[in-house]
């Protein structure tokens, strides 16, 4: 055989077996609710943006997203009861600023948020909740899938839309359009000790209240206000993929 011709094959065996980075991680966002959802993905300050940070996701779909082989974190919500009218752009929960892809931005509040750390620590861990700080507007679940380590599923797929207490209801039209998300008891009232500023802004002051109960009882598993148990923050380590489920 030529020395060229061996070189050749050679080489095209070994990119062939070459493993794929240990660091690779898929985050999949998967649409199971009956209508269209505009998940929207900020990044934390000094990570890159994904994915526009923002798209369409019809009914049934999905998108699967590559993280990057480094530190990276950031959160996910989905928008809805988005509308086009011209060049604008509008949701009727999760708005991020009258835009289809957020590039940074976050949401506005009422919305249901998945947090997401990727690639830190020794084991390269993935640590992952849900959270309704920020009030809630669509069931959300999280699953991590190839990991080690105890790696649950995490979130709540109740429909608190049905149940949501008539001073959290966020309804668009307001007062009386449908109801499209849940507030929190600081977006519904703004006050110092349900939002957990200032004073209360300690794990000794900062307290669950009537409203966040109203979450925690119906999801026990999700964050429900700022200084709640930070064991809620599950960790996994070397996931291959993190799916988020929208309706799951």
């Not at 998967?30 to 798209?55: E, S």
């Not at 950031?74 to 988005?82: F, P």
């Not at 209801?169 to 200032?198: I, M, W, Y």
């Amino acid at each position: 055989m030529a020395p060229s011709l061996f070189l050749c094959i050679f080489f095209i065996l070994a990119v062939t077996i070459l493993p794929s980075p240990t660091g690779a991680l898929i985050l999949t966002l998967v649409n199971n609710c009956n209508y269209t959802i505009w998940p929207a993905i900020q990044p934390n300050a000094g990570h890159p943006v994904l994915a526009g940070g923002g798209f369409t996701l019809h009914t049934l779909t999905h998108l699967s997203i590559p993280v990057p082989d480094v530190h990276w974190s950031g959160r996910v919500w989905a928008r809805t009861g988005c509308t086009h009218s011209g060049t604008a752009f509008s949701c009727a929960s999760g708005d991020c600023g009258g835009r289809l892809q957020c590039n940074g931005a976050g949401g506005a509040p009422p919305a249901s948020l998945a947090q997401v750390e990727a690639h830190h620590g020794n084991g390269d861990s993935v640590s992952y909740g849900v959270s309704f700080v920020d009030g809630y507007n669509v069931p959300m679940t999280v699953t991590p899938h190839e990991g080690k380590g105890v790696c649950p599923v995490v979130g709540c797929r109740a429909d608190l839309l049905a149940t949501c207490p008539p001073v959290l209801q966020h309804r668009v039209p307001a007062v009386h359009g449908p109801v499209v998300a849940c507030k929190s008891g600081c977006e519904a009232f703004h006050t110092d000790e349900l939002c957990c500023r200032n004073h209360f802004n300690s794990p000794h002051t900062c307290r669950e209240s009537v409203y966040s109960t109203f979450f925690k009882h119906a999801c026990p598993n999700t964050f429900t206000y700022a200084h709640d148990n930070p064991s809620l923050m599950h960790q996994c380590s070397s996931p291959h993929e993190l799916k988020v489920i929208f309706c799951h």
